[in-house]
C-alpha cells in the first residue's frame, strides 16, 4: 500500500496544529490545536498499521482518542476557571510563572 | 588491714575527693538561692572528707606495702576503658611502694591544705566552687599518681592541668588572673604535646616487637625493647614534665600562676602537680636509665633551672613570687637527682620539699591575710612580734629550704649533692659546684624574703597594732606542716651520719639498688659541711644586707632590676615566639588561607549560582508561548542528532 499522501497528510495536519498553537492567542484555539495534532499522530499510527499489517496502530489510535478526550476535558474546565478569574482568554495574560 | 582488703579499696583513693568534688557542685548547682544553702560549714565539712579519707586509705597502702614481705604492687583493676582490636587499656589502679610516699604526702598535705581553706577562704564569694575544684583536683592528681599505665596516668596529668587552670583563673573577673590561668593551661599544652608523642613512640616501639601495651609492668619488663628509641622517648615524657614541672623553657607559667589563691599555690604549685614531673621521671626510670645522653640532658636543664630561678628570686618583691621561683629552683634540683639517676633522693627531696614549702607559702597566706591583701614585702616588717605562729612556722620552713641541719631540706638537698658529686666524673662535679652555688642562692634570698618580711620596722599600710594573728584553723595546719619540716628529714638519714636511709631503702624494690661510689666518710663530710657553710654564707649575707643595715624601699637599679624583671623572659618570649606566632597566624593564616582561600572559595561558588541563575532566568518569561518555542526548538535539535547520527 501506498502510505506517502496519508503520512504526508498527518505531516501537514501536524505542523497546522504546532503554527496554530505558536500564533493564536485564544485559549480555544489552543486547544483546538492540540486536537489536531493527536489526530495527525492517529493517522500516523492507523497508517502504519495498515502498512505493516498489524493491530498494534489501531490501538494506540484508540488510547490517543481517549486521551484526547480526556485532556479536552480537563482543558475546557481550566479554560472555564481561567476566565472566571480574569474575564478573558487569552493565553498571554497569564504570566504569573516568570514571577 | 590485710592486702586483699587494700586492693578492693584501692579505688576510694582517687574517687573520694571526686565525690566530694561532685557533691558540693551539685549541691551548690541545685540550691534555690544562690549562696544561701548549702551553707559555709557543711561545705568545708563535705571537701576535708574526700581527702581525708584518700589519707586514711592512703595509709593503709603504705602499710599493706610495708608489711608483706614481697614487694609486688597493689593493684586493682576496675573495667576495662579503652578496647580497640588489640590496643586495650584498663582503669586500673596500681600502688608500689614509690606510688606510696607520694600518695601519703599528696593527701596529707592536700588534707591540711583543705582546712587551711576553710579559714583563708571564708570570705570568698566562690567558696562552694572553691573547693569544688581543690577536690576535683586532688582527684586527678590521684588518679595520675595511681594509675597503672601511662594513659590512666595522661588523663589524671591533663585533669591536674585543667584544674590547675581552674583555680589560676579562679578570680576570674580579675583578668589579670584570668590570663594567668590561661597561660599557665597553654604553656602546659606544649609539655603534653611532647608527652603523648612519647607515648605514642613507646606503644608503637613496642607494637614491632610482638603485643604490646602501656602498662607500666609491662613496660618495666620489656624495657629493653625501648633501648633503640629510648633517648628520643625519654626526652619527649620529659618534654612533658618540664611543663608540668616547670623547667626551661617551660617555667613561666609558675610565677604567674601566683595569682590564684594562696592554698592553691601551696597545694598545686608547691606540694603535687609540679612535683608531677619528677613523679613520671622516676615512674619510668627504666627509660631513662636506657640513655645516659637523656639522663644527662635532664640534669643539666635541671641545674640550669635551678640556679635561673634562684637568680631571679633575687629580685622579687612579691612574696608569692619569691617563693615561685625558689619552687622553680628547687624543682630543679629534684631533676638534677633523676636526671643522674638517684631517683630515690630525687623522690625525697620531692617529699620534704612538700613539707617546707607547703609551709611557707601557706605562712605567706598567713601574712598575705593579716595584712589585707598585701603581698609587697617592701610594705611589711616587723610581723614576728605581731603574728608569732605565722613568723615561727615560717622560720623553721626557711631553715628547712636553706638546707640547715636537723631541717629537713638538708637531707634531701644533700642526699641531690652528694650523688651528682658520684657521677659522671667532671660532668658531675661541674654540676655539683653549680648546684652548691645554687644552695647558696637559695639560702639568700630566702633570707631576704624572711628578714624583709618579719624583721626590721613594721612599713605596712595596715595600723600595727591592728595587725592579728589568723585563727586555729590556719595556724594549726602551719604548726602541723613545720613539724614535718623538722621531722621528715630524718627518714632520710645517711649512712655517714650514722643513719640507715630508710627512705631510699623503702624504695630499694622500685628502683633497684643504687650503686654509689666508693668515696670515704670522710669525702662526704666535706661535701655535706661545704653545703652547710655555703648556705651560712648566704643568710650572713642578707642579714648584713638587710639586718643590720636599716632595709629602705627604693627604685631597683641594673642587676636588681633585671632580675626583678624576671630576666625579661617573659618579653623575649613575646619578641622571639609570641609576636611571630600571632603576626603569621594574622597575616598568613586569617587574611589569606582563611578569609581569601576558604572565604573566597565559599563566597564564589554562591556568587557563581547567583549570577548564572540571574542569566538563566530571564528564559522563564511565563508565557506559554515561549515554553512551546523552546519545546519546538528542542524536539528539532533531537531530530537533528538522530538524523546526523544515522548518517
Redesign the interface.
Same mark, same amino acid.
Do not use: C, H, I, N
Given at each position: 500500500m501506498e502510505s506517502s499522501a496519508y503520512i504526508g497528510l498527518a505531516i501537514t495536519i501536524f505542523f497546522i496544529g504546532?503554527f496554530g498553537?505558536?500564533v493564536r492567542k485564544s485559549a480555544f484555539l489552543?486547544l483546538m490545536s492540540i486536537e489536531l495534532m493527536l489526530n495527525s499522530a492517529n493517522l500516523a499510527w492507523v497508517t502504519f498499521a495498515k502498512v505493516h499489517g498489524n493491530l498494534d496502530g489501531h490501538v494506540y489510535a484508540f488510547f490517543i482518542m481517549a486521551l484526547a478526550a480526556a485532556e479536552a476535558c480537563v482543558g475546557l474546565a481550566i479554560i472555564v476557571l481561567f476566565y472566571r478569574k480574569r474575564r478573558s482568554v487569552i493565553?498571554?495574560n497569564?504570566?504569573?510563572?516568570?514571577? | 588491714m590485710d592486702r586483699q582488703s587494700i586492693e578492693q579499696l584501692l579505688w576510694v583513693i582517687p574517687f573520694a575527693p571526686l565525690i566530694g568534688a561532685l557533691a558540693i557542685g551539685l549541691l551548690c548547682a541545685l540550691s534555690p538561692k544562690r549562696g544561701s544553702f548549702p551553707s559555709r560549714t557543711v561545705v568545708g565539712f563535705l571537701a576535708c572528707l574526700g581527702p581525708l579519707a584518700s589519707f586514711m586509705v592512703a595509709g593503709g597502702v603504705f602499710l599493706a606495702l610495708g608489711k608483706s614481705p614481697e614487694t609486688t604492687p597493689v593493684h586493682q583493676t576496675l573495667f576495662s576503658w579503652i578496647q580497640c582490636g588489640a590496643f586495650s587499656i584498663n582503669f586500673a589502679f596500681e600502688a608500689d611502694r614509690l606510688t606510696a610516699v607520694m600518695l601519703m604526702f599528696v593527701t596529707f598535705v592536700g588534707t591540711i591544705i583543705h582546712f587551711y581553706s576553710i579559714g583563708y577562704m571564708g570570705h570568698d564569694k566562690g567558696y562552694a566552687r572553691f573547693f569544688s575544684y581543690l577536690n576535683l583536683f586532688l582527684s586527678a592528681m590521684l588518679i595520675l599518681v595511681l594509675g597503672s599505665n601511662l594513659v590512666l596516668m595522661f588523663l589524671g596529668w591533663e585533669g591536674v592541668g585543667l584544674c590547675s587552670y581552674l583555680l589560676i583563673a579562679f578570680w576570674f573577673d580579675d583578668e589579670a588572673k584570668a590570663i594567668a590561668g590561661k597561660k599557665a593551661f597553654i604553656v602546659n599544652r606544649i609539655g603534653d604535646f611532647g608527652f603523648v608523642l612519647g607515648i605514642f613512640l613507646i606503644y608503637t616501639t613496642l607494637l614491632k616487637n610482638g603485643p604490646s601495651s602501656l602498662e607500666f609492668s609491662f613496660l618495666a619488663t620489656h624495657a629493653y625493647l625501648l633501648a633503640p628509641v629510648a633517648t628520643i622517648a625519654s626526652l619527649l615524657l620529659f618534654t612533658g614534665a618540664m611543663g608540668k614541672s616547670a623547667q626551661i623553657p617551660l617555667y613561666v607559667w609558675l610565677p604567674d600562676a601566683m595569682a590564684g589563691p594562696t592554698p592553691v599555690s601551696a597545694l598545686i604549685h608547691a606540694a603535687t602537680m609540679v612535683t608531677a614531673g619528677v613523679f613520671m621521671v622516676a615512674r619510668m626510670h627504666f627509660l631513662f636509665d636506657l640513655s645516659p645522653l637523656s639522663g644527662q640532658l635532664v640534669a643539666g636543664v635541671g641545674i640550669a633551672t635551678a640556679l635561673v630561678a634562684a637568680l631571679i628570686g633575687f629580685g622579687q618583691n612579691d612574696i608569692k613570687k619569691v617563693l615561685a621561683y625558689s619552687t622553680v629552683s628547687q624543682l630543679g634540683y629534684m631533676f638534677v637527682a633523676v636526671g643522674a639517676g638517684a631517683y630515690s633522693a630525687g623522690i625525697f627531696h620531692v617529699f620534704t620539699h612538700a613539707f617546707f614549702k607547703a609551709c611557707l607559702f601557706l605562712g605567706a597566706g598567713s601574712v598575705i591575710h593579716a595584712l589585707h591583701e598585701e603581698q609587697d614585702i617592701r610594705k611589711m616588717g616587723g610581723l614576728l612580734k605581731k603574728l608569732p605562729i605565722t613568723g615561727t612556722t615560717f622560720l623553721i620552713a626557711w631553715l628547712a629550704i636553706c638546707g640547715i641541719p636537723p631541717f629537713a631540706g638538708f637531707f634531701s638537698k644533700d642526699e641531690i649533692l652528694w650523688s651528682v658529686f658520684n657521677t659522671w666524673g667532671a660532668y658531675g662535679k661541674i654540676l655539683w659546684v653549680l648546684g652548691l652555688f645554687g644552695a647558696g642562692c637559695t639560702a639568700f634570698y630566702m633570707s631576704r624574703l624572711v628578714f624583709i618580711t618579719f624583721f626590721g620596722k613594721n612599713r605596712s599600710s595596715t595600723a600595727f597594732e591592728k595587725i592579728h594573728e589568723s585563727p586555729p584553723i590556719m595556724t594549726i595546719p602551719l604548726i602541723i606542716l613545720a613539724l614535718g619540716s623538722v621531722l621528715v628529714g630524718f627518714f632520710g638519714i645517711p649512712e655517714a651520719l650514722g643513719g640507715s636511709n630508710v627512705f631510699a631503702s623503702w624504695l630499694t624494690p622500685v628502683f633497684g639498688e643504687h650503686t654509689s661510689a666508693t668515696h670515704s666518710n670522710f669525702i662526704e663530710y666535706v661535701v655535706m659541711a661545704l653545703s652547710v657553710s655555703v648556705a651560712f654564707i648566704g643568710i650572713t649575707i642578707a642579714y648584713i644586707k638587710y639586718v643590720r643595715k636599716p632595709f629602705i624601699a627604693s627604685e631597683p637599679r641594673g642587676i636588681a632590676a633585671f632580675a626583678e624583671a624576671a630576666f625579661h623572659v617573659d618579653a623575649l618570649y613575646r619578641i622571639v615566639l609570641i609576636n611571630p606566632l600571632f603576626s603569621f597566624t594574622r597575616n598568613i593564616l586569617f587574611r589569606v588561607v582563611d578569609v581569601a582561600i576558604i572565604d573566597g572559595a565559599v563566597n564564589g561558588i554562591a556568587k557563581l549560582s547567583s549570577v548564572s541563575g540571574g542569566l538563566v532566568r530571564r528564559l522563564?518569561? @511565563?508565557?506559554?508561548?515561549t515554553y512551546?518555542?523552546y519545546f @519546538?526548538a528542542g524536539a528539532a535539535l533531537l531530530m537533528l542528532i538522530v538524523y546526523i547520527g544515522k548518517w
Open positions: 504546532v498553537m505558536l489552543f493565553l498571554d497569564a504570566k504569573e510563572m516568570s514571577k | 522563564q518569561t @511565563g508565557t506559554v508561548r512551546l518555542y @519546538g
